[in-house]
């Protein structure tokens, strides 16, 4: 059974860089897509970015697009999401989720296509 920890939260301040993991046991990453996606609250979960397993690209929201990069490492098993420039609006919970679906790999960017997810990571900017 696949299982995902986030780590790498934290508080920064605007214009601050941090750098999100995603450790993926109990499956292999060359064949999950794995998504970033973030909660503020008050907010619904919004997509950020993605690594679907069948395309080998990467997409963004535009809100993050220059800003963020996912990268994944296979060796590792891990999924990274780099913040750079980060913003008061991008605080929020941070999940990632991953599936091997092919509706998960068209489209990476729902959630409901997802049926595993981390705990989550805390990611709060300040102005």
């Known amino acids: 059974q696949v299982q995902l920890v986030e780590s790498g939260g934290g508080s920064v301040q605007a214009g601050g860089s941090l750098r999100l993991s995603c450790a993926v046991t109990?499956?292999?990453?060359?064949?999950?897509?794995v998504t970033w996606f973030r909660q503020a609250p008050g907010n619904e979960r919004e997509f950020v970015a993605t690594?679907?397993?069948?395309?080998?690209?990467?997409f963004y929201a535009d809100s993050v697009k220059g800003r963020f990069t996912i990268s994944r490492d296979d060796t590792e098993s891990a999924v990274y999401l780099q913040m750079t420039d980060l913003r008061p609006e991008d605080t929020a919970v941070y999940y990632c989720?991953?599936?091997?679906?092919?509706?998960?790999?068209?489209?990476?960017?729902?959630?409901?296509?997802?049926?595993?997810w981390g705990q989550g990571t805390q990611v709060t900017v300040s102005s």
């Open positions: 109990g499956g292999t990453l060359s064949t999950l897509t």
């Open positions: 690594v679907p397993w069948t395309s080998g690209g990467t």
């Open positions: 989720a991953a599936d091997p679906s092919v509706m998960a790999s068209m489209y990476p960017g729902e959630a409901n296509h997802f049926n595993t």
